[in-house]
């Protein structure tokens, strides 16, 4: 009789090419991500050594994280993101590798295009030199981020020397109430377990909740694994998998799809395997959320109160963001907004913000910088109306890029100033130094915009 499996070990196990006896194993990689700020240092380390690139059939690049979100028409003006985009464009020639660059109708932040052109599917190991490459693992992959010298190490072989994770499954069943969105699970959860209860496994995500999700949603959720310290998160393919990739440029065809969906059916969790760790909630616990400190896990319900006691790590954060213990956030007013990043730029976040801010008008000292996850996405937001509605309301649409998630361009939070963000971190600092970071759902963001200042939209909610 077979051993039951997960998701996890299906995948792995599939991708094993050799191993170390009671040491590392060298997993398969399927696909490779880059992009122009992680690929410089490992391309010169191959040239360096005279070692060519094993599969560039299975590279894809893209320029996101250091590129201008306006004028992306116009030569770049930062130096380092000028050669760094350089550099990309001429390795990319160089060794043959598919590039989608600024102005390309395929451009956008790689944790987005990749899976809008079908790039990413079941049952596959992909990594990049990114940490949020957790995201793709909606789609039942193994995905993960890597560093340069791991980079060069796929360069060079296709593969990396790897320990296998432990597993994990977190399960949420029930139903959402309105205006919970996927943003929201997600940070309950790590407020719930913590930072660091993910470190050392990989997560799958099951129960109700993740099923009836969308795949934009599943994305949401699995790009903040990390964020718990995760190696990376799953969820099981399903009809909605089958459904979105059907017909993407980059997905199989005709026999060759059915086949695949054939293969992909039989890869969700074995109803007897065994998890390393389990958690397990409840939807109608969960509500609209917001961070108060620096990191993912200081997550509170909107309508709560800051908890009273906690750690050093805790008092420091409460000290940078200019917050009191047993504060509530609501009233707080707000100047910048910022609707974007890998973690929810894609076209359902900016329909639910747009239903949301239909008929109104922006808070006039409130400056909003809504930056689409790709070309396609600003394509949708043409198409269906929306780029008219936000304008209408006194927004202002960016081009695609991870802008001021990570602000390594010009879209910086200026020191001391307040931003609602659907970004997935709120490091000290990483929206810009002295940038005070809240995490929040498209939602919440959104109607932080137009109030001016964090608002309980369970109580304003008109979607």
Same mark, same amino acid.
């Given at each position: 009789?077979?051993?039951?499996?997960?998701?996890?070990?299906?995948?792995?196990?599939?991708?094993?090419?050799?191993?170390?006896?009671?040491?590392?194993?060298?997993?398969?990689?399927?696909?490779?991500?880059?992009?122009?700020?992680?690929? $410089?240092?490992?391309?010169?380390?191959?040239?360096?050594? /005279?070692?060519?690139?094993?599969? $560039?059939?299975?590279?894809?690049?893209?320029?996101?994280?250091?590129?201008?979100?306006? +004028?992306?028409?116009?030569?770049?003006?930062?130096?380092?993101?000028?050669? !760094?985009?350089?550099?990309?464009?001429?390795?990319?020639?160089?060794? /043959?590798?598919?590039?989608?660059?600024?102005?390309?109708?395929?451009?956008?932040?790689?944790?987005?295009?990749?899976?809008?052109?079908?790039?990413? !599917?079941?049952?596959?190991?992909?990594? %990049? /030199?990114?940490?949020?490459?957790?995201?793709?693992?909606?789609?039942?992959?193994?995905?993960?981020?890597?560093?340069?010298?791991?980079?060069?190490?796929?360069?060079?072989?296709? %593969?990396?020397?790897?320990?296998? $994770?432990?597993?994990?499954?977190?399960?949420?069943?029930?139903?959402?109430?309105?205006?919970?969105?996927?943003?929201?699970?997600?940070?309950?959860?790590?407020?719930?377990?913590?930072?660091?209860?993910?470190?050392?496994?990989?997560?799958?995500?099951?129960?109700?909740?993740?099923?009836?999700?969308?795949?934009? *949603?599943? @994305?949401?959720?699995?790009?903040?694994?990390?964020? @718990?310290?995760?190696?990376?998160?799953?969820?099981?393919?399903? !009809?909605?998998?089958?459904?979105?990739?059907?017909?993407?440029?980059?997905?199989?065809?005709?026999?060759?799809? #059915?086949?695949?969906?054939?293969?992909?059916?039989?890869?969700?969790?074995?109803?007897?395997?065994?998890? +390393?760790?389990?958690?397990?909630? #409840?939807?109608?616990?969960?509500?609209? @959320?917001?961070?108060?400190?620096?990191?993912? *896990?200081?997550?509170?319900?909107?309508?709560?109160?800051? $908890?009273?006691?906690? +750690?050093?790590?805790?008092?420091?954060?409460?000290?940078? @963001?200019?917050?009191?213990?047993?504060?509530?956030?609501?009233?707080?007013?707000?100047?910048?907004?910022?609707?974007?990043?890998?973690?929810?730029?894609?076209?359902?976040?900016?329909?639910?913000?747009?239903?949301?801010?239909?008929?109104?008008?922006?808070?006039?000292?409130?400056?909003?910088?809504?930056?689409?996850?790709?070309?396609?996405?600003?394509?949708?937001?043409?198409?269906?109306?929306?780029?008219?509605?936000?304008?209408?309301?006194?927004?202002?649409?960016?081009?695609?890029? %991870?802008?001021?998630?990570?602000?390594?361009?010009?879209?910086?939070?200026?020191?001391?100033?307040?931003?609602?963000?659907?970004?997935?971190?709120?490091?000290?600092?990483? !929206?810009?130094?002295?940038?005070?970071?809240?995490?929040?759902?498209?939602?919440?963001?959104?109607?932080?915009?137009?109030?001016?200042?964090?608002?309980?939209?369970?109580?304003?909610?008109?979607?």
């Amino acid at each position: 009789m077979k051993q039951p499996k997960t998701l996890f070990d299906k995948v792995w196990d599939a991708h094993v090419v050799t191993a170390v006896p009671d040491g590392p194993q060298v997993l398969y990689i399927d696909k490779h991500l880059i992009h122009e700020v992680t690929s $410089p240092q490992a391309f010169n380390e191959l040239e360096k050594r /005279g070692i060519p690139i094993a599969r $560039p059939d299975q590279i894809v690049a893209t320029a996101d994280h250091n590129t201008p979100t306006l +004028d992306q028409h116009l030569p770049v003006r930062d130096p380092l993101s000028r050669n !760094q985009l350089t550099e990309l464009s001429k390795n990319c020639k160089k060794h /043959g590798i598919t590039l989608y660059g600024l102005g390309h109708k395929y451009n956008g932040i790689v944790h987005v295009m990749a899976p809008e052109l079908g790039i990413t !599917q079941p049952g596959m190991t992909l990594v %990049c /030199g990114d940490s949020h490459t957790s995201t793709h693992g909606a789609f039942g992959t193994i995905a993960f981020g890597i560093g340069t010298s791991q980079v060069a190490q796929v360069f060079a072989s296709q %593969c990396l020397l790897l320990e296998k $994770p432990k597993k994990m499954r977190i399960t949420v069943n029930g139903e959402l109430a309105a205006g919970v969105l996927p943003k929201d699970v997600i940070l309950y959860i790590i407020a719930k377990i913590g930072t660091n209860a993910g470190t050392g496994y990989f997560c799958e995500y099951a129960g109700s909740v993740f099923e009836n999700m969308s795949m934009e *949603g599943r @994305m949401t959720v699995c790009n903040m694994s990390i964020e @718990m310290g995760a190696r990376g998160g799953m969820i099981a393919p399903d !009809q909605t998998t089958f459904d979105y990739i059907k017909d993407r440029k980059f997905a199989p065809e005709g026999n060759a799809f #059915a086949k695949a969906v054939s293969y992909w059916k039989t890869l969700p969790t074995d109803a007897e395997a065994v998890f +390393d760790k389990e958690y397990h909630f #409840a939807a109608e616990d969960i509500a609209p @959320m917001i961070t108060y400190g620096t990191n993912p *896990g200081m997550g509170i319900k909107i309508n709560d109160h800051i $908890p009273v006691t906690g +750690d050093m790590t805790f008092e420091k954060a409460l000290a940078y @963001m200019n917050f009191s213990k047993g504060e509530r956030l609501l009233d707080t007013p707000i100047n910048y907004v910022f609707i974007g990043s890998c973690t929810n730029s894609r076209i359902e976040d900016f329909r639910v913000a747009a239903q949301y801010v239909k008929g109104k008008t922006k808070a006039a000292h409130v400056t909003a910088w809504l930056v689409p996850g790709s070309q396609q996405v600003v394509q949708q937001l043409e198409t269906e109306g929306l780029k008219e509605v936000f304008e209408e309301a006194g927004f202002v649409l960016r081009q695609p890029g %991870c802008s001021a998630c990570l602000a390594m361009n010009d879209d910086k939070i200026p020191s001391g100033e307040y931003c609602v963000s659907t970004s997935n971190r709120n490091f000290e600092g990483r !929206q810009g130094q002295g940038a005070k970071t809240i995490l929040a759902s498209p939602l919440v963001a959104a109607a932080t915009a137009i109030a001016g200042k964090i608002v309980d939209i369970t109580n304003t909610l008109t979607v």
